[in-house]
């Protein structure tokens, strides 16, 4: 019998509704392995530490109460901070979530992987995957990680048919560079389980967390992008999908 371990949880956001189909409960989880430089919630960075332990039979039962707003298409996201640092913890829940008829999403950066993680995988309806850079020295440079292993689980998921929402946040003068997105726009076209692709502005509403925290915000002098830039990026991908979408 598989022992049930608490949750490290950030937060929770109920009837969300960019974080997966339809309307759904977004469980934000502490701890995660990157350090982005646009992070919007850097106070779910540390490991270990933060966030509130919690019983996974009390977000069960959360979930449970709001499934009747869920409708055919909603359910739970698991969303973070990176929710494979828990994949462990996370596997008990998924399967009585499962046992309940609630859909499943994990957001993740893609960067884990082990024997928790590929089974943490099985259990979820959909992963939206977060592929930040294509380019791995502006990859890097962004997030102190290379993309090696995002790219291998891309292509794991791609290998057993899960359905995936691509994820690409659009930072000018980082992440806006036109070779970089026909890059990344070829090299995932060839995977035939992508469910759709989403492009995520840049913006600084996490900014006053890193005051409060003490902590510099490195992208201080980073303007959001103009929404002629977003239609830019989204013509850019389009040549490669024809479901590319943007908040």
Same mark, same amino acid.
């Given at each position: 019998?598989?022992?049930?371990?608490?949750?490290?949880?950030?937060?929770?956001?109920?009837?969300?509704?960019?974080?997966?189909?339809?309307?759904?409960?977004?469980?934000?989880?502490?701890?995660?392995?990157?350090?982005?430089?646009?992070?919007?919630?850097?106070?779910?960075?540390?490991?270990?530490?933060?966030?509130?332990?919690?019983?996974?039979?009390?977000?069960?039962?959360?979930?449970?109460?709001?499934?009747?707003?869920?409708?055919?298409?909603?359910?739970?996201?698991?969303?973070?901070?990176?929710?494979?640092?828990?994949?462990?913890?996370?596997?008990?829940?998924?399967?009585?979530?499962?046992?309940?008829?609630?859909?499943?999403?994990?957001?993740?950066?893609?960067?884990?992987?082990?024997?928790?993680?590929?089974?943490?995988?099985?259990?979820?309806?959909?992963?939206?995957?977060?592929?930040?850079?294509?380019?791995?020295?502006?990859?890097?440079?962004?997030?102190?990680?290379?993309?090696?292993?995002?790219?291998?689980?891309?292509?794991?998921?791609?290998?057993?048919?899960?359905?995936?929402?691509?994820? @690409?946040? +659009?930072?000018?003068?980082?992440?806006?560079?036109? &070779?970089?997105?026909?890059?990344?726009? %070829?090299?995932? =076209?060839? #995977?035939?389980?992508?469910?759709?692709?989403?492009?995520?502005?840049?913006?600084?509403?996490?900014?006053?967390?890193?005051?409060?925290?003490?902590?510099? @915000?490195? +992208?201080?002098?980073?303007?959001?992008?103009?929404? &002629?830039?977003?239609?830019?990026?989204? %013509?850019?991908? =389009?040549? #490669?999908?024809?479901?590319?979408?943007?908040?």
């Amino acid at each position: 019998m598989t022992e049930n371990y608490p949750i490290r949880v950030h937060s929770f956001e109920s009837m969300g509704t960019f974080d997966g189909p339809g309307l759904r409960l977004v469980v934000f989880l502490q701890g995660c392995n990157f350090k982005c430089l646009y992070c919007a919630n850097p106070d779910t960075i540390p490991i270990g530490s933060g966030g509130k332990l919690i019983p996974i039979e009390e977000i069960l039962r959360r979930a449970i109460s709001e499934k009747p707003f869920f409708g055919k298409r909603g359910g739970v996201t698991f969303s973070g901070g990176e929710p494979t640092v828990q994949a462990k913890e996370l596997i008990p829940l998924c399967r009585m979530l499962k046992a309940n008829g609630i859909h499943i999403c994990i957001d993740t950066n893609g960067s884990i992987s082990n024997d928790h993680v590929r089974e943490l995988i099985s259990l979820v309806d959909m992963v939206l995957l977060d592929c930040k850079e294509f380019d791995p020295i502006r990859h890097k440079a962004i997030t102190q990680r290379e993309n090696t292993q995002v790219l291998k689980t891309a292509e794991y998921l791609a290998s057993i048919g899960k359905p995936v929402r691509l994820r @690409y946040v +659009l930072v000018p003068g980082y992440t806006d560079f036109t &070779e970089d997105l026909e890059a990344w726009g %070829a090299h995932f =076209s060839q #995977y035939k389980n992508i469910d759709r692709v989403e492009i995520l502005p840049y913006h600084t509403y996490g900014k006053h967390k890193y005051e409060s925290m003490g902590s510099e @915000y490195l +992208l201080e002098a980073v303007r959001e992008p103009s929404p &002629e830039e977003i239609d830019s990026a989204k %013509a850019i991908l =389009s040549k #490669y999908f024809d479901n590319v979408w943007s908040q």
